[in-house]
């Protein structure tokens, strides 16, 4: 069973930095592009950034680009978000999902349950 | 960058049949994907490639997609397919997945 288990999210002030982590399990993490998505409270999807197999080539929003970064490491079945200089927008819930295509354009078929981030004074 | 615009919501008696569109520029040429996400629960994949469905989707759920407007239909709606969906597409010119706006389905 696919399973996907984010961690490090809370309450930080403007300007800090967080990192999150996603934990993966249930099929072999080193052959999926990866990527973070974001919900911020009752508002729709946003996708932030995804990762390649074998973190070669990665791909960001642009709100995120220079402040955020996603990494992984295969030998640990891991997915982090590096997330610095953050604003009160990007408080969300942080989804880890799993790309599912052989490139980074296919579908995200698996999604963890997600991890809430709060950027406030 | 490309924009996926859907009706913010739509209402359907159970039974019925509900059609979902996602409207973006020559969208036909695009592969679209679409997302059920209920309250306080993770987004799952209910339509990918435009028209194909996972494992464990009933088939009431169909998609379709040409010209500018991709449509996730749902037949005899069920009060459990109350939902956000949410439609998808990779933007190759700006390498980023965009979501769309989503929409909110109301059963009757």
């Known amino acids: 069973e696919v399973q996907l288990v984010e961690s490090g999210g809370g309450l930080v002030q403007p300007g800090g930095s967080l990192r999150l982590s996603c934990a993966a399990s249930?099929?072999?993490?080193?052959?999926?592009?990866m990527s973070w998505v974001r919900q911020a409270p009752g508002k729709g999807l946003e996708w932030v950034a995804n990762i390649k197999q074998d973190g070669s080539e990665k791909y960001y929003v642009d709100s995120v680009k220079g402040r955020f970064t996603i990494s992984r490491d295969n030998a640990k079945n891991s997915l982090y978000l590096q997330m610095n200089s953050l604003r009160a927008e990007d408080t969300a819930v942080y989804y880890c999902a799993r790309d599912s295509g052989p490139a980074a354009a296919g579908p995200i078929d698996y999604w963890g349950q997600g991890t809430l981030v709060t950027v406030s004074s | 960058s490309y924009v996926l615009t859907q009706p913010p919501s739509v209402s359907v008696a159970p039974g019925k049949t509900a059609r979902i569109t996602c409207g973006g520029n020559n969208i036909g040429s695009k592969s679209v994907h679409w997302y059920q996400q209920k309250p306080g629960q993770a987004p799952v994949l209910v339509i990918y490639y435009d028209s194909d469905r996972p494992s464990g989707i009933p088939e009431r759920f169909s998609g379709s997609n040409s010209g500018n407007t991709a449509t996730l239909t749902i037949s005899r709606v069920e009060a459990g397919d109350e939902a956000d969906y949410y439609c998808?597409?990779?933007?190759?010119?700006?390498?980023?997945?965009?979501f769309g706006t989503g929409t909110k389905v109301t059963v009757l």
């Open positions: 249930g099929f072999t993490f080193s052959s999926y592009w």
């Open positions: 998808q597409v990779w933007d190759s010119s700006s390498d980023l997945h965009v």
